[in-house]
């Protein structure tokens, strides 16, 4: 079976390959073609899996190229873990945010706004080559914002592209160890769209123990997202958010953390991962040591500014181990082995919420066989979040649309209509500073 990866060059694919070493199922994947636009970052990351697969007689095949085509020819899967831009593109889209007060992260609020407009057209592309090169693969969705990249590519694979994320996986498995449940076993309630959920149950052998959690003010601050958004909140919504929802809620903490840090998020981990590329060159260099090493201060890192405003300390070691590799692996081996299973997904509405219509794509439990994932029925959102909801995917859809145009006038709504962003002005502003900064976003006019 062959499975393509395309951002083949990025730091986190030997994640991927490091699963995929482990699998020795039948039916398993035994080639890998690396896709990047950046040969460089490609040759690095096949050193990175080949020290990975060293000693290891039946490690999956990998080859890598940057012809997009080659690449996808032949697929029985595709992984999709691109970054338009790059890790430049993202430092500013943080800055260009921040400059105008309001939130530049890569998913939520004006930053993700900026990532969707120039990511859509590219995962479009992808997605029409999928349809004529290998119209039989499937196609797994990483690359973000994931549930609006889900959506515009959906519209040409339809439930053929399905979106992964490894923030709900955490969620539920930090949960489930503090209620002292197997993760595997308990069955996870959550709902919303892609870095916008909530958990609002978990069910061991039948019976509800997240009311146990919320009742329970030591127990809610033994854990991340219950230091993160606090006990009291956390009981007042009745359910526990997705971390992402901490710029939501604490935004105007969450940017002044941002303001007031030594460098963002981006361009922390493109200073980061500039270093790792370049130490990689040298051949003398153990590549899989340099990658781990780099990786470990990226994991103890990760949303450092919510932490801080929060007050909410460091990691906890368990939540340094990623996921979505793993997520991935499941995914695909429900699929070519008809290995049922049930995964929290960004997939094709269909009639699971009744808030939103059958094409948005929204992030839920899913059972997945041979046939793909299919969204499990779920209970009505309350109205803090349908509203929510519904909000930030008219933000999405107009995101889309603003793509297929080309309309700056349309891209301007997209970033006027969403709850982070405070005034129409300053969404004409940020267009005109993502414009003059991002070559991508040329497309946009009148």
């Given at each position: 079976?062959?499975l393509?990866?395309l951002?083949g060059?990025?730091?986190r694919?030997?994640l991927v390959?490091?699963?995929?070493?482990?699998?020795?199922g039948e039916?398993?994947?035994t080639?890998v073609?690396?896709?990047?636009?950046?040969?460089?970052?490609?040759?690095a990351?096949a050193?990175?899996?080949a020290?990975q697969?060293?000693g290891?007689p039946?490690?999956p095949?990998?080859?890598?190229t940057?012809?997009?085509?080659?690449?996808?020819?032949?697929?029985?899967?595709?992984?999709?873990?691109?970054?338009?831009?790059?890790?430049?593109g993202?430092?500013?889209?943080?800055?260009?945010a921040?400059?105008?007060?309001v939130l530049?992260q890569?998913?939520?609020?004006?930053?993700?706004?900026a990532y969707?407009l120039?990511t859509?057209?590219?995962?479009?592309?992808?997605?029409r080559r999928?349809?004529?090169?290998?119209?039989?693969a499937?196609?797994?969705?990483?690359?973000?914002p994931?549930g609006?990249?889900?959506?515009?590519?959906?519209?040409?694979?339809?439930?053929r592209?399905?979106?992964?994320?490894?923030?709900?996986v955490g969620?539920?498995r930090?949960?489930?160890?503090?209620?002292?449940?197997?993760p595997?076993t308990?069955?996870?309630?959550y709902v919303g769209l892609?870095?916008?959920g909530?958990?609002?149950?978990l069910?061991v052998?039948?019976?509800?123990e997240?009311?146990?959690?919320?009742?329970?003010?030591?127990?809610l601050g033994?854990?991340e997202?219950?230091?993160?958004f606090?006990?009291?909140w956390?009981?007042?919504?009745?359910?526990v958010p997705?971390e992402?929802?901490h710029?939501?809620y604490?935004?105007?903490e969450?940017?002044?953390?941002?303001q007031?840090?030594?460098?963002?998020?981006?361009?922390f981990?493109?200073?980061?991962?500039?270093?790792f590329?370049?130490?990689?060159?040298?051949?003398?260099?153990?590549?899989?040591?340099?990658?781990?090493?780099?990786?470990?201060?990226?994991?103890?890192?990760?949303?450092?500014e919510?932490?801080?405003?929060a007050?909410?300390?460091?990691?906890?070691a368990?939540?340094?181990?990623?996921?979505?590799?793993n997520?991935?692996?499941?995914?695909?081996r429900?699929?070519?082995r008809?290995e049922r299973?049930?995964?929290?997904l960004?997939?094709?509405n269909?009639s699971t919420l009744?808030?939103?219509?059958?094409?948005?794509?929204?992030e839920?439990?899913?059972?997945?066989d041979?046939g793909?994932a299919?969204p499990?029925?779920?209970?009505?959102l309350?109205d803090?979040?349908?509203?929510?909801?519904?909000s930030?995917?008219?933000?999405?859809?107009?995101?889309l649309?603003?793509?297929?145009?080309?309309?700056?006038?349309?891209?301007?709504?997209a970033?006027?209509?969403h709850?982070?962003?405070?005034?129409?002005?300053?969404a004409?502003?940020?267009?005109?500073g993502?414009?003059?900064?991002h070559?991508?976003?040329?497309?946009l006019?009148?």
């Amino acid at each position: 079976m062959k499975l393509t990866i395309l951002g083949g060059g990025g730091f986190r694919v030997p994640l991927v390959y490091g699963a995929l070493l482990k699998d020795r199922g039948e039916g398993r994947v035994t080639r890998v073609a690396l896709h990047d636009v950046a040969a460089d970052r490609l040759s690095a990351v096949a050193r990175v899996l080949a020290e990975q697969a060293a000693g290891d007689p039946d490690a999956p095949e990998v080859t890598a190229t940057t012809d997009l085509d080659e690449a996808l020819r032949g697929a029985d899967f595709v992984f999709s873990a691109i970054r338009v831009g790059g890790l430049e593109g993202r430092a500013e889209d943080e800055r260009v945010a921040l400059a105008e007060g309001v939130l530049g992260q890569e998913t939520v609020g004006a930053g993700g706004i900026a990532y969707g407009l120039r990511t859509v057209p590219v995962a479009v592309d992808i997605a029409r080559r999928v349809a004529r090169l290998a119209p039989d693969a499937w196609v797994i969705n990483f690359t973000n914002p994931a549930g609006l990249v889900t959506e515009a590519m959906s519209r040409h694979l339809g439930d053929r592209v399905i979106g992964i994320c490894d923030s709900p996986v955490g969620l539920g498995r930090r949960i489930a160890r503090v209620l002292g449940a197997d993760p595997a076993t308990a069955w996870i309630d959550y709902v919303g769209l892609n870095h916008l959920g909530w958990v609002r149950g978990l069910r061991v052998a039948g019976r509800d123990e997240l009311p146990r959690l919320l009742a329970d003010p030591a127990l809610l601050g033994s854990f991340e997202e219950g230091r993160l958004f606090g006990p009291d909140w956390i009981q007042a919504l009745g359910a526990v958010p997705n971390e992402y929802l901490h710029y939501y809620y604490y935004n105007r903490e969450t940017v002044r953390a941002y303001q007031e840090a030594e460098r963002t998020r981006g361009a922390f981990l493109r200073d980061q991962q500039a270093a790792f590329y370049e130490e990689t060159r040298h051949p003398d260099t153990a590549a899989l040591a340099a990658w781990n090493r780099t990786r470990a201060e990226r994991e103890a890192t990760y949303m450092a500014e919510n932490r801080d405003a929060a007050g909410a300390g460091e990691r906890e070691a368990e939540d340094l181990s990623g996921g979505y590799e793993n997520v991935a692996l499941a995914l695909m081996r429900a699929i070519a082995r008809n290995e049922r299973a049930t995964l929290i997904l960004n997939v094709r509405n269909r009639s699971t919420l009744a808030e939103l219509d059958a094409d948005a794509v929204i992030e839920v439990p899913c059972l997945v066989d041979a046939g793909g994932a299919h969204p499990v029925a779920t209970a009505p959102l309350p109205d803090h979040a349908a509203g929510l909801v519904r909000s930030v995917k008219a933000v999405e859809r107009e995101v889309l649309a603003a793509a297929e145009s080309g309309s700056r006038s349309t891209a301007v709504k997209a970033f006027a209509l969403h709850p982070l962003v405070d005034s129409v002005n300053v969404a004409r502003r940020l267009v005109d500073g993502y414009t003059a900064v991002h070559p991508g976003l040329a497309y946009l006019r009148g």
